[in-house]
């Protein structure tokens, strides 16, 4: 292997203009899939990172309540005339069971029991409807980072106190401290006391959410020692989908994940990851392309000289390799060039750019171009090695 | 000659081209041919007279399509193209006309290539051997120039040197002075004959210029692929 990384090398030196042109080519193919990848995966993270932000992972609700028809007797026919039913408010059949199986349950990070439902939020004649959220603050922190997002006051519930939006806040024209009444269904009623008000950024929990301590909002609901969603996070967020099916199977519950939720969006990304992921290839092809003709006329070149190597005694193999080291060189030394334009154009984008978001790259992001662009490199230059490889020496030596 | 001195011998070589096609065409008709390791040759012959076919044969470039070649007592014509490869490294110095030295690598490094490509990093005595054979062409000076910055001559002198690296038991050279002015090419000569003598290597240089064929010990004449003479002289 000395000798043909050694003949390799000192080809591509020799041929310094052709060697210096390619490198830019495969350069500037490299920089712009580093540059596309950290772009389209930093616009991603962002959109994951807010769209997550203010949601579970994966909620796990009681199963829809249907009507169930008797088994028919065989031979018979039967007409249905069906209601359909509405689906009342109503707690996970042995939550605190579920909770302990979904606490243990693999590539799940967080778990937080949630009682939710609608009630008014009242304080004088004014009158705004809002979604109850009882929660255990250590828990739920672990699904909604809330306490990043107070404004003013503290996160605490129970005991009377209460944590709400910014929006409803304003509406009510309330401030920490104040009180207001919450009226839920059948007139049960509750006046709380405001701890804190957050503001999360999406305008519909700003304006609706009213946090309390799980024990208040049962009573409210009329609930006892009930929960209707369990929350959960993942450690890997694009497995929530999987994880959902999964508990759906195993606990019989409605398991429903941030993937199902926003269709859309994930629609969206996955697109968008399949346009970056088509621009990479072809870029790649060009550049492979690039490699395989500049090695090409290399061959035709220095038919000569590979007739002679031929003559005295190097086998076909050896010439295969010496192309073969040629495609892998140029294909690392091109990347990492192009790598580090790559990150270049990246810092310019961080520094002077629309400043929208800022764009991490990838540890391995940059290993893995090169890694790939090598052996791109490689397998571009296969046609050519095979050509110098079967070159007959009898015709090359006398080659002009 | 006794059996130990016989470097090369051609039983009914016959080659021809686009076998089994109607254009066959056979160009050497069972040559038969004997080359000891003292043997100083020049095979001399017109233009299209099957020379250049011969010699490739001769360096194991190519295979004979009937006959067989025995290079030191060994049948060739069956070998694959790796064993081939490897007996022509082993046993077979080449010196072409135009002197095929890789301008990449400087005159000792292109000395060396031969073992480099057959047994990879060189040992101290394959450099040692290098520097002394370099010396003995007389480019002592110039071991570490690239061949560009080397004469026609000094080029050729070199590539002579490399052909000689792997001790080999023949060496071929093709019109090795097809390009050389009279006197660089007597030089060039000189040096064919010494190796003759004191490495004990069979030489046969194809040439055009009867003055150099009349130096050699033996003229072989190969016209219309067969050969029409076999003259010895006394060694000068």
Redesign the interface.
Same mark, same amino acid.
């Given at each position: 292997m000395w000798i043909e990384s050694t003949i390799a090398l000192r080809f591509l030196r020799e041929g310094r203009a052709q060697t210096t042109l390619i490198l830019i080519g495969i350069g500037v193919g490299v920089s712009v899939i580093v540059f596309i990848v950290a772009l389209i995966t930093g616009l991603q993270g962002n959109i994951v990172d807010r769209t997550l932000g203010t949601q579970a992972h994966i909620k796990v609700e009681a199963p829809d309540e249907i009507n169930r028809l008797a088994p028919l007797p065989a031979g018979t026919t039967r007409l249905v005339l069906e209601t359909r039913r509405a689906q009342r408010l109503r707690s996970i059949n042995n939550w605190q069971q579920v909770m302990g199986v979904l606490d243990q349950f693999p590539g799940v990070k967080a778990v937080s029991p949630v009682v939710s439902g609608p009630a008014f939020a009242r304080r004088g004649n004014a009158v705004e409807s809002v979604a109850l959220v009882g929660m255990d603050p250590a828990r739920y922190q672990r699904i909604i980072p809330l306490s990043e997002d107070i404004v003013a006051g503290r996160l605490t519930v129970g005991a009377g106190d209460a944590v709400i939006g910014r929006l409803l806040a304003d509406d009510l024209g309330l401030r920490v401290g104040d009180k207001f009444r919450l009226v839920a269904d059948q007139g049960r009623e509750a006046q709380v006391n405001i701890a804190g008000i957050f503001e999360l950024g999406v305008r519909e929990l700003d304006q609706r959410y009213v946090y309390l301590d799980l024990k208040q909002t049962q009573s409210l609901l009329d609930l006892p020692g009930g929960v209707t969603v369990i929350d959960l996070t993942v450690n890997d967020i694009f497995t929530a989908q999987d994880v959902s099916r999964r508990i759906a199977a195993l606990t019989g519950l409605k398991a429903e994940s941030w993937l199902d939720t926003n269709a859309q969006l994930v629609n969206a990304l996955r697109s968008q990851s399949m346009s970056t992921a088509m621009i990479s290839f072809f870029v790649a092809v060009s550049v492979a392309f690039g490699i395989a003709s500049v090695l090409s006329i290399s061959v035709v070149q220095r038919t000569r000289e590979i007739g002679i190597l031929r003559a005295m005694g190097a086998r076909q193999r050896q010439l295969l390799l010496v192309f073969l080291v040629q495609g892998a060189v140029l294909g690392l030394t091109g990347s990492a060039v192009g790598a580090f334009a790559g990150y270049g154009l990246v810092w310019v984008f961080n520094t002077f750019g629309p400043k929208l978001f800022y764009i991490p790259v990838a540890p391995t992001l940059v290993p893995m171009a090169m890694a790939i662009a090598t052996i791109t490199g490689t397998v571009a230059a296969a046609v050519p090695a095979r050509r110098a490889a079967r070159l007959d020496p009898v015709v090359a030596i006398r080659h002009v | 000659m006794s059996d130990q001195d016989e470097v090369l011998r051609l039983a009914g070589l016959r080659k021809s081209y686009n076998v089994g096609l109607p254009t066959e065409l056979e160009v050497l008709h069972g040559l038969d041919l004997t080359l000891g390791r003292s043997d100083f040759a020049s095979l001399v012959g017109p233009s299209g007279s099957g020379k250049?076919t011969l010699l490739?044969l001769l360096?194991l470039?190519?295979a004979p399509t009937a006959g067989d070649l025995y290079l030191l007592g060994e049948p060739t014509r069956t070998l694959d193209?790796?064993a081939r /490869?490897?007996l *022509?490294?082993?046993s077979i110095g080449?010196v072409?006309q135009?002197h095929?030295l890789?301008?990449?690598?400087t005159a000792v490094e292109n000395v060396m290539?031969?073992m480099?490509? /057959?047994h990879? *990093?060189p040992s101290a005595q394959t450099l040692e051997r290098a520097r002394t054979l370099l010396d003995e062409v007389g480019l002592a000076e110039f071991m570490d120039r690239k061949p560009q910055e080397l004469s026609g001559g000094q080029q050729q002198r070199v590539a002579i040197a490399?052909a000689l690296i792997?001790r080999p038991a023949l060496l071929l050279a093709d019109e090795p002075t097809g390009n050389l002015d009279t006197k660089t090419a007597a030089s060039v000569f000189d040096l064919f004959r010494r190796f003759n003598r004191e490495h004990g290597c069979a030489v046969l240089v194809v040439t055009h210029d009867p003055r150099l064929s009349a130096v050699c010990d033996r003229t072989i004449t190969l016209v219309d692929g067969a050969i029409v003479s076999d003259e010895r002289r006394p060694r000068a």
């Open positions: - | 250049s490739n360096g470039l190519d193209d790796e /490869t490897s *022509r490294a082993k080449f072409f135009f095929h890789m301008p990449a690598f290539m031969p480099l490509v /057959t990879g *990093r490399r792997t």
